[in-house]
């Protein structure tokens, strides 16, 4: 069943990931997870950035581009990488408070240390089985959309 947000309507998850795989590898484990909740993709942090902002594509009021109630971000992305989207995301008074996970591959201490500074909510190294990431989504998804209570803000 999923997650509700505020209004009754499932929560939008909003994946930002340059790698179709990756993409595809983590959708596969949140339907396995039995996640069931409303699941959006942008392809790097330019197009992570122009979703929240409804610019570019997202710009056309027929384009369906629900505020997401969470993020999940990887860092090395062309065009923009998430760390610069996490900094734009954290500084803009609209969307700061749309809670971040980072779900990388890396495991770079440095940059562990740099999206806490940025304000992420949560970092996250990818396993690199399909169980693996089925189990840690499952963990995750418990904690973020079961136990913690999300701000949801308006429905913009």
Do not use: C
């Amino acid at each position: 069943m999923p997650m509700p947000d505020i209004w009754g309507n499932p929560l939008t998850i909003l994946l930002a990931d340059d790698d179709e795989e990756d993409r595809d590898f983590t959708r596969d484990a949140l339907q396995n997870a039995h996640l069931a909740n409303d699941m959006r993709f942008v392809v790097d942090g330019q197009d992570l950035m122009d979703y929240l902002r409804r610019q570019g594509p997202y710009a056309d009021p027929a384009v369906d581009a629900p505020r997401p109630g969470i993020i999940l971000l990887d860092l090395n992305m062309p065009k923009k990488d998430g760390r610069e989207a996490l900094a734009e995301i954290k500084g803009d008074e609209d969307l700061r408070r749309i809670p971040v996970v980072v779900l990388t591959t890396s495991k770079d201490e440095e940059d562990v240390f740099r999206t806490y500074d940025l304000g992420v909510n949560s970092f996250i190294t990818k396993p690199v089985t399909f169980t693996g990431l089925v189990d840690v989504l499952r963990t995750w998804q418990h904690y973020w959309l079961e136990l913690v209570e999300l701000p949801i803000g308006s429905r913009a």
